[in-house]
């Protein structure tokens, strides 16, 4: 929680100054004081004093924490007024010291107890005077007296049960706290003349304001001191008005000028009360300025201006300003002492305008100017025939509107949008380029309305409507287009649209309009209802109101029951006509549309025959209307035939072994027999076209096959008379790895996957190997080595060497001890517990002369694994002692390295002739021995430990 500072304010006693003959009660609380008692539910870490045990009461509300919801109380104990009473002290007042930062709603208060109800009630609540984060100690505190408890009317019971306290409570949020001292209890004897309270200042205008106040006595006359601060005035105790009723109207004020105002009670006899105050106002400026500028009955050449006068004004000045041609403000009025509302005339239609006003308040001046607000004349009416192509360059045209719950749109392409196909938009409207569209995705409108101006079709013999819209749902519901005519009267619906338009690309909509009896000029209203499936965005294109065609285009042409050699073509009829001619186009041989019918006086849909398979064809429509002529020609809608002898898809290799796999297919025909050609691609083999299998079921079980082996297959299906279709293919596939025991004649050692594959998840498998022939050794060189290790000791996969016949031999660990597991590692030297084994060599010791790898591996990843060669060697050159270590070079720093499991006496390194070319004496476990700037080539390594057990081993550098 972010906290932030409150502004502190005074507490502001309305305690007067007066002088008792006595003082009753005077009683300090004298903290630390054992009567006091805390009680509550809080976080006991948030307590900074308590009253019983130090000066001082306080809680750290940040101490106690975001959990803690704390309400705290330090409560006085029984303090008996019944003395104060009936000394007539009957004013009782509670005075100490505070801080406190107020936050989130908390409350600090001091609250008095009545004994007869059983109830606590606040005396005062304290305003935060504290920026403080925190409350350890009592520092910056501010000095406090509440308001006067008026005891006068209290029972017995309540004068000799009483006790007050002190509260805190955080309102279970987490806030800042507070801290107060040690407290003092006092009566007093009542003022004769009690001072007022709630002061207020009331009608404020440029010139007067009523003031007026709370009596608490019984006075009925008042005087005020009226401060002028913005002249730097302050108090000085003398009345500016005497004996003034309440409220009191102070005249004589100025505009715009800051005042303050204290007040005393008259008391007659009894005197005056304490002056109380001050209470700041500020006055109005001498002429307010209007505000809430309106347009309303808006026509071609007048408007109603109107606006919310500032006061009582009843005269304004108006300017107009003429945006079209350019104005600005001038502050100079085009129109005085008008009233409100002001009729506006001789305007222009279509025009934009501002309007700015001001008050006359005569003696007083005029305002400021308020303004602007704009506004636009009606457009004049249009004369049918009338068309709107939307061509504006993205901008709602002139003379339309918009209205209902979203805007529509206008844009030249789908791109970002779901207008046509997710964007893609087929076909063309009249003009083809900017068009108007609403956007089904968010907010969902309801009815998304874009109306035309008005249009006189009075001249029309047969009105029609006529637009190009666009709608495809893609995956979801369709949004519904609802267009509705305006006759003069009243809006009639004359088309709903909600289905797909053809090959979901522009279609023309033509509506006959004859049926509507029109009394005044026509407006057209397309309102769209978004589907709320986020994938309709509609558009329109080339509204028009014109005479209905005589021979109307057609529309919504398709293509169905598509074959090889024929299709039913089929569109939709606007008019009358029961003739059509189509002309058909071969796009495969490069025809174009010629407008000469191939087919004359057709029925509708027309089965076109003597079409060529696989072949790619449009086909376009005319209307044949008799007298009345014919439509123009419509489409071209595109269709492609079948092929005689289809293709397979979806190729599939399952069921995949190590010498076989069913290989399977989806037949697009009737073919119920395939070829099939299978290449070894891991042999080098590439397609021929020439069947490894002919004449076979759907699935082929591929037999013959050789593991770890990659594999591609095309397929053909076969067809009879009907011929053969073109290959499909490849589809790869591979057959796994069967692991084959590693030995010293197979020279090779894989992980379980192969050379081509990933070892699996899940992975548990030994090797052991050993010698060919009695009195040699295993000795593995690992050429390449990688599992799944996660960061320095994390090993996932990793594998465990044993030297010896089985997998309770002792583990052979690597470089750096700690983990027997050896593990891929990033870094040139391995981490602790971790081991590279790449480039490395492991030989045994065994008697036995073998080794048993144990590889496990984790289910979560398959990863690439490790290859080694595996030789059989005589244990040793010049010795047949148990070697004990492990050795590499180490390419980087250029070295001979020695892990052994004891301390190694010397390494002495020598050529091919015998000659010693460097040594190191470790006494250590690992050791290395400086290659220095040898050449690269064959060494030998003599290698003696503690125990005197010495080895000569071969390596390469």
């Avoid at 009523?210 to 000085?236: F, M």
């Avoid at 300025?289 to 347009?295: E, G, K, N, W, Y």
């Avoid at 005589?874 to 010795?879: A, Y």
């Amino acid at each position: 929680m972010k906290k932030i500072t409150f502004k502190f304010f005074m507490i502001m006693c309305l305690l007067g100054t007066y002088v008792g003959i006595s003082q009753t009660l005077n009683q300090a609380a004298s903290w630390p004081n054992a009567g006091w008692t805390l009680s509550g539910t809080f976080d006991g870490a948030g307590v900074t004093g308590t009253p019983a045990a130090s000066t001082t009461f306080g809680f750290d509300d940040d101490a106690a924490g975001n959990g803690s919801f704390d309400d705290v109380r330090a409560t006085s104990p029984v303090i008996d007024l019944t003395a104060a009473s009936g000394a007539g002290e009957t004013w009782i007042t509670v005075s100490g010291s505070f801080v406190y930062r107020a936050f989130g709603g908390d409350v600090l208060a001091i609250e008095t107890y009545d004994a007869d109800a059983m109830t606590w009630s606040a005396l005062q609540t304290f305003s935060g005077n504290s920026t403080n984060a925190d409350y350890q100690t009592c520092a910056g505190t501010a000095a406090y007296t509440t308001p006067v408890l008026d005891i006068s009317g209290f029972t017995a019971t309540q004068l000799s049960g009483f006790q007050y306290r002190i509260i805190y409570d955080d309102n279970n949020g987490w806030q800042y706290g507070f801290c107060v001292t040690s407290p003092t209890i006092t009566s007093a004897t009542p003022p004769a003349c009690s001072p007022p309270t709630a002061l207020t200042a009331t009608n404020i205008d440029g010139f007067s304001a009523d003031l007026g106040w709370t009596e608490n006595g019984t006075a009925t006359l008042w005087n005020v001191e009226l401060v002028n601060i913005t002249a730097a005035g302050t108090q000085t105790m003398t009345a500016t008005a005497t004996g003034v009723a309440n409220p009191y109207n102070q005249t004589g004020l100025t505009p715009s000028n800051n005042y303050e105002f204290y007040v005393q009670a008259d008391c007659g006899v009894d005197g005056t009360s304490a002056w109380v105050g001050p209470f700041a106002f500020t006055t109005t400026v001498a002429c307010p300025a209007p505000s809430a500028l309106t347009a309303t009955n808006i026509t071609t050449t007048s408007a109603d201006l109107g606006w919310t006068a500032g006061n009582a004004q009843t005269l304004w000045d108006v300017e107009l300003v003429d945006i079209t041609a350019a104005g600005t403000q001038t502050m100079t009025a085009t129109a005085t002492g008008v009233a409100n509302p002001y009729n506006q005339t001789g305007l222009t239609a279509n025009n934009d305008y501002e309007f700015y006003v001001r008050a006359d308040c005569v003696a007083n001046g005029t305002s400021p100017w308020a303004g602007p607000f704009a506004f636009t004349t009606q457009c004049t009416t249009f004369t049918a025939p009338y068309s709107e192509d939307f061509e504006s360059g993205g901008a709602l045209p002139d003379c339309w509107t918009l209205g209902g719950d979203e805007d529509w749109r206008f844009t030249n392409t789908g791109t970002g949008n779901h207008i046509g196909d997710n964007g893609n938009i087929t076909g063309t409207s009249a003009s083809g380029a900017f068009f108007a569209y609403v956007d089904d995705s968010d907010p969902n409108a309801t009815n998304a309305e874009l109306t035309s101006p008005f249009v006189d079709v009075s001249g029309l013999t047969t009105p029609a409507l006529i637009f190009y819209e666009i709608s495809n749902n893609e995956i979801g519901f369709n949004a519904t287009l609802t267009v509705s005519v305006y006759d003069g009267a009243a809006w009639n619906v004359v088309g709903i649209y909600n289905t797909n338009t053809a090959l979901n690309g522009w279609e023309k909509k033509v509506v006959d309009l004859s049926g509507l009896t029109f009394t005044g000029p026509a407006q057209v209203r397309f309102s769209i209802a978004d589907s709320g499936s986020f994938y309709d965005d509609i558009a329109i294109d080339d509204v028009s109101l014109e005479e209905l065609p005589t021979c109307p285009d057609p529309s919504t042409l398709t293509a169905t029951n598509i074959t090889d050699d024929s299709a039913d073509l089929g569109w939709t009829e606007t008019g009358t006509a029961t003739l059509w001619n189509v002309e058909l186009i071969d796009v495969t041989g490069g025809g174009t549309q010629t407008m000469t019918a191939t087919a004359t006086g057709v029925a509708n849909p027309y089965n076109q025959t003597g079409l060529t398979e696989n072949n790619n064809y449009s086909f376009y429509v005319q209307s044949e209307c008799g007298p009345g002529g014919t439509s123009a020609w419509v489409g071209p809608f595109a269709f492609t035939t079948m092929e005689t002898c289809p293709i397979p898809s979806v190729l599939t290799a399952t069921n995949i072994m190590e010498t076989s796999a069913d290989l399977g297919w989806t037949e697009n025909g009737v073919a119920t027999l395939w070829n099939i050609e299978l290449i070894d691609v891991t042999a080098g083999g590439t397609q021929t076209m020439t069947a490894t299998a002919t004449g076979v079921m759907n699935p082929y079980a591929a037999t013959g096959l050789v593991g770890d082996n990659s594999y591609q297959f095309y397929v053909q299906a076969d067809c009879g008379v009907d011929g053969t279709s073109a290959w499909v293919g490849p589809f790869s596939f591979a057959t796994p790895y069967v692991a084959v025991p590693p030995t010293c004649s197979s020279g090779t050692f894989l992980d379980s996957g192969g050379t081509s594959g990933d070892y699996s998840a899940s992975s548990n498998i030994t090797y052991t190997i050993c010698p060919d022939m009695a009195g040699d050794v295993v000795e593995v060189e690992f050429t390449a080595f990688s599992s799944e290790n996660i960061s320095g000791s994390d090993c996932y996969d990793g594998l465990t060497i044993h030297n010896g016949a089985d997998a309770t031999a002792t583990t052979i660990d690597p470089p750096g001890g700690g983990a027997a597991v050896w593990c891929w590692d990033e870094v040139d030297v391995p981490a602790e517990g971790t081991g590279d084994l790449e480039g490395m060599t492991i030989t045994s010791s065994d008697a036995s002369g073998c080794l048993t790898f144990v590889f496990t591996s984790d289910g979560s990843v398959q990863r690439e694994g490790w290859e080694a060669i595996v030789n059989c060697t005589t244990l040793s050159v010049d010795s047949s002692e148990v070697r004990g270590f492990l050795h590499y070079v180490d390419t980087v720093n250029n070295s001979f390295v020695v892990n052994a499991q004891s301390n190694i006496q010397s390494i002495e390194v020598y050529n091919l002739v015998g000659q010693i070319i460097t040594t190191a004496k470790p006494n250590d476990p690992s050791g290395e021995a400086n290659l220095g700037s040898v050449k690269n080539g064959v060494y030998f390594a003599r290698v003696t430990l503690q125990n005197g057990n010495a080895s000569v081993v071969k390596f390469v550098k």
